[in-house]
């Protein structure tokens, strides 16, 4: 990727725009501004509206395609974080992701599904993208989603 290259161009390397903002499935927003950090709502892997794959990681869905459909749900919460920072290029950091992989029985292998997301992260925005995280284990998700992820990012 080209040095100094911005976040939107960096996504345009990546051959991937920014989605519309998922809109919330219950009583929820999609982002929250509080101060110099916006906190996301858990982003499933939505594309145009529908949920490209359910099941469980382990069972009905592999690992590497997990990991492809974790990096859609950072690409979700990216729209939602610059949606209440206004724009990609407010964002300073993203301090702490958090991924949920729902998991058939003795599946442990959450951390690199979960990668799918951080790498994305860290791909779009460079060391910024960089962050803490936490790969949880869960019996099921939202609408049977395999995974679900969660920012907090440091904007402008």
Avoid: W
């Amino acid at each position: 990727m080209t040095a100094g290259a911005t976040a939107e161009e960096k996504l345009a390397e990546l051959g991937l725009t920014l989605p519309e903002v998922v809109p919330p499935l219950a009583a929820y927003v999609p982002a929250v501004r509080s101060g110099d950090h916006v906190y996301t709502s858990g982003q499933l892997p939505i594309v145009d509206g529908k949920l490209v794959t359910a099941g469980k990681v382990g069972a009905e869905v592999d690992v590497e395609d997990a990991y492809e459909l974790a990096r859609v749900c950072a690409l979700n919460a990216l729209a939602a974080v610059a949606s209440a920072a206004g724009g990609l290029s407010n964002i300073v950091r993203i301090v702490k992701v958090v991924g949920f992989v729902a998991s058939a029985p003795g599946f442990t292998g959450q951390p690199q599904v979960v990668n799918g997301a951080s790498d994305l992260l860290a791909a779009v925005l460079g060391d910024a993208g960089r962050h803490a995280r936490s790969a949880v284990g869960v019996a099921v998700l939202p609408l049977d989603a395999p995974v679900e992820v969660e920012v907090v990012a440091e904007v402008r």
